[in-house]
Each structure stands twice: as structure tokens, then as C-alpha cells.
């Protein structure tokens, strides 16, 4: 007994995983350029404000990686 595989239904059906996949990836990436906007427009507006303070942790941590010869 000989057991036959569709391919193209086999492909088909792999090619709308991938289109899925594609399509999360997409719209999870279109929320973190949306989440990124957002903090930009808020940190402007604090800037221009006067009321922005920097996170000095955060800046010595980001100095100290770039300073750093191993990485």
C-alpha cells in the first residue's frame, strides 16, 4: 500500500503558515514602532517643556558597554 502526499496541498498549506507568521511579525513590529512613537513624542515634549531629566543610570551603563574592548 502506497500512502500519496499532495504536495501542493502540503505547500500550500506551509506557504499560509508562513504568510501567518509574516503577518504576526508584521503587525507585532507595526505596535513597537507605534509603543516607540509614542515615547518619542512624550520625551519631545518634555524636552521642550523643560521638565525632562535624564536617566543617569542608564546613561553610564550605555558609556561604559561602549567604552567596554569586549564587546
Same mark, same amino acid.
Given at each position: 500500500?502506497?500512502?500519496?502526499?499532495?504536495? @501542493?496541498?502540503? &505547500? /500550500?498549506?506551509?506557504q499560509d503558515e508562513i504568510d501567518a507568521a509574516k503577518w504576526q511579525r508584521g503587525r507585532e513590529s507595526g505596535q513597537e514602532n507605534?509603543?516607540?512613537? @509614542?515615547?518619542? &513624542? /512624550?520625551?519631545?515634549?518634555?524636552?521642550?517643556?523643560?521638565?525632562?531629566?535624564?536617566?543617569?543610570?542608564?546613561?553610564?551603563?550605555?558609556?561604559?558597554?561602549?567604552? @567596554?574592548?569586549?564587546?
Amino acid at each position: 500500500m502506497h500512502d500519496w502526499i499532495d504536495l @501542493d496541498a502540503h &505547500r /500550500r498549506a506551509r506557504q499560509d503558515e508562513i504568510d501567518a507568521a509574516k503577518w504576526q511579525r508584521g503587525r507585532e513590529s507595526g505596535q513597537e514602532n507605534l509603543r516607540r512613537e @509614542d515615547k518619542l &513624542r /512624550r520625551l519631545k515634549e518634555e524636552i521642550r517643556a523643560g521638565t525632562y531629566k535624564a536617566d543617569i543610570k542608564d546613561i553610564a551603563m550605555q558609556l561604559a558597554a561602549a567604552m @567596554d574592548p569586549m564587546s
